[in-house]
């Protein structure tokens, strides 16, 4: 079955780093994918998406381009901050042929970012 | 826009009670999915729902699990008798036609 996997966490960073979390997926169709975000004590957070190979998403200075060559989604942002401490869950949806709409997601990936 | 809106958001109940978790969906969105995370297991999809019908309930762990949508801008997620291993964060999400999913702040629920 589908099936999404991110590099494991803790990651740990200083502020202004250069973040990258790997994420790779494993999907029949042509998944829509997807990247949430989880502050301590709240719910997910829609972060960005892509619905199609080479489909660069962006949002608050963090970027992600579909690869379906490599079946990759990595998530990067150039300069992190500390109020970009979270939990960041990779996902895909398979909107294609079977097009049921659910989300798959990975374990997560913990980012901690220090001043 | 309010947003996914949950309720309780913590609850602390013992072992074999029931427990009731309410879910208010974005206006207009015709989807609306009940998941439940762990440290074990995750993020696992329950159930959900499309205009109101439940479409797959694959994901709910067994019967003492139960999920209703009486209309487009109500759901619970019941679960009776309560133990202690169901203890975990319940997430609410609905999205309008399959698109992006847009998640409740969850309910805490710990089983003593």
């Known amino acids: 079955g589908d099936s999404v996997t991110q590099m494991e966490g803790p990651v740990t960073l200083s502020e202004e780093a250069f973040l990258t979390i790997n994420c790779t997926y494993t999907?029949?169709?042509?998944?829509?994918l997807f990247w949430y975000v989880q502050y301590p004590g709240e719910g997910l957070q829609l972060l960005l998406k892509?619905?199609?190979?080479?489909d660069k998403g962006s949002n608050k200075g963090f970027e992600a381009t579909y690869r379906k060559e490599t079946t990759s989604f990595h998530l990067e942002k150039g300069s992190v901050q500390v109020s970009d401490s979270a939990v960041y869950f990779c996902?895909?949806?398979?909107?294609?042929?079977?097009?049921?709409?659910?989300?798959?997601f990975g374990q997560g990936t913990t980012l901690q970012v220090k001043p | 826009d309010a947003g996914v809106i949950q309720s309780p958001r913590h609850e602390v109940t013992e072992m074999g009670q029931e427990v009731t978790l309410r879910c208010k969906p974005i206006?207009?969105?015709?989807?609306l999915f009940w998941y439940r995370q762990t440290m074990m297991r995750g993020l696992e999809l329950l159930i959900y729902f499309n205009n109101n019908v439940p479409i797959d309930d694959s994901g709910m762990p067994e019967d003492r699990f139960s999920a209703k949508m009486p209309n487009a801008s109500f759901s619970t997620l019941k679960i009776q008798p309560s133990e202690p291993r169901d203890s975990a964060v319940y997430f609410c999400a609905s999205s309008f036609r399959l698109y992006e999913q847009y998640f409740g702040p969850g309910t805490r629920l710990t089983v003593t």
């Open positions: 999907a029949t169709g042509y998944p829509s």
């Open positions: 206006s207009g969105h015709d989807y």
């Open positions: 892509a619905t199609k190979a080479d």
């Open positions: 996902a895909l949806s398979d909107r294609g042929s079977s097009n049921t709409g659910k989300l798959i």
